[in-house]
């Protein structure tokens, strides 16, 4: 996400590059209309986790307190990467999957709109 400074002479150094993380990446997570969790979550990850370790390792521990976590239908989730349809692979890298640093995914679960469908 580029920033944009104020006056036209700002020069700083720009800490988040990715070759400051040591081989890993920062993505970036949203549950969509589930308003318990205020923003996306962003999970520190190696460039070689897969998929499947996301969703049910970190994405799991982040999101499992919910009450309708354990209800959602993966094989009915909608899927974007950064702002585009994505249809993830679950055993292939997330580098290989176009998941870089600093990427924006998103899922949204049909039927499951938060507690007492509070997002509606």
């Not at 209800?71 to 176009?98: R, Y």
């Not at 899922?107 to 007492?116: A, E, H, V, Y």
Request: with cysteine.
């Amino acid at each position: 996400m580029p920033v944009h400074a104020y006056t036209p002479e700002y020069r700083g150094e720009v800490r988040d590059r990715a070759e400051n993380f040591h081989g890993n990446h920062v993505v970036y997570v949203c549950w969509e209309r589930h308003l318990l969790f205020s923003c996306p979550f962003a999970f520190l990850v190696p460039k070689g986790m897969t998929f499947r370790e996301l969703r049910d390792q970190l994405m799991a521990e982040a999101y499992g307190q919910h009450p309708e976590w354990s209800q959602i239908d993966w094989e009915q989730v909608n899927w974007t990467l950064s702002h585009q349809s994505f249809q993830p692979e679950l055993d292939k890298a997330l580098d290989e999957q176009g998941i870089g640093h600093k990427a924006s995914v998103r899922f949204s679960t049909p039927g499951l709109n938060g507690i007492s469908g509070a997002s509606i």
